[in-house]
């Protein structure tokens, strides 16, 4: 297992098309988390899921963002109606929580940019 | 509220020793972190701290922790143009089950 990977690396799409982001994470994770980074920022917490569970969901992620996992393995983010606002870079990190200490590993990311 | 607060650019000469700082507002952050990002890549984990520890060592990586501050450090010994980066701290939340990131510094590496 060669770590978190992202497919797309690069999108770029018209304003007003669906976009959808895969992640496929570390094997043994049961953990996997979605990240928005903007250029010249930290990553900003977006969901995350404990197996296939949606556990927990920014007030970011607006109705047209919606993410699944529906097996607790790989999961998918779909962006509906893209705005120029979206372009960023999406984030996947997966984890496996050892008592209190969540060590995420990342993903190279997918760099989306909305024309 | 959670909000972590870091210095936006560092340059140090090849050789010495790079200190990047971190503020953080969450006082029952649990673990605190650091990060590295190289350009058009994701974050690598480069060494955490539990948050009833004060210090801890992993080669040429020092992390301190000053509770009562809210801050963090990472040092870097003798720096390495390879270490050229963004790097992140990052704060696990008492109440939550997510990691809180920094804004990055920026190290810049002058052979």
């Known amino acids: 297992d060669t770590g978190v990977s992202q497919d797309p690396r690069h999108k770029i799409t018209k304003r007003g098309q669906n976009v959808t982001f895969r992640c496929d994470p570390i094997?043994?994770?049961?953990?996997l988390y979605w990240y928005r980074q903007t250029l010249g920022q930290g990553p900003e917490f977006l969901t995350y899921?404990?197996?296939?569970?949606?556990?927990?969901k920014s007030r970011l992620l607006s109705d047209r963002f919606s993410a699944e996992r529906p097996k607790g393995s790989f999961s998918t983010l779909e962006i509906q109606r893209t705005e120029q606002g979206d372009s960023a870079m999406y984030l996947c990190?997966?984890?496996?929580?050892?008592?209190?200490?969540?060590?995420?590993?990342f993903g190279s990311g997918t760099q989306l940019s909305v024309l | 509220g959670e909000d972590v607060e870091q210095s936006l650019f560092l340059s140090v000469r090849e050789g010495d020793s790079s200190v990047i700082n971190c503020t953080y507002t969450?006082?029952?952050?649990?673990?605190l972190y650091w990060y590295k990002q190289e350009p058009g890549a994701g974050l690598q984990l480069l060494t955490y701290?539990?948050?009833?520890?004060d210090m801890k060592q992993d080669q040429r990586l020092t992390v301190l922790l000053n509770k009562k501050d809210k801050h963090l450090s990472l040092r870097i010994a003798d720096t390495q143009t390879g270490d050229s980066a963004i790097y992140f701290c990052?704060?696990?939340?008492?109440?939550?089950?997510?990691?809180?990131f920094g804004t990055g510094t920026l190290l810049a590496v002058q052979p």
């Open positions: 899921f404990q197996n296939e569970a949606q556990l927990e």
């Open positions: 094997s043994e994770h049961n953990r």
């Open positions: 701290i539990f948050s009833n520890m």
């Open positions: 990052a704060e696990l939340g008492g109440a939550t089950n997510k990691l809180i």
């Open positions: 990190a997966s984890s496996s929580r050892q008592g209190d200490n969540e060590k995420l590993f």
């Open positions: 969450d006082s029952s952050s649990t673990y």
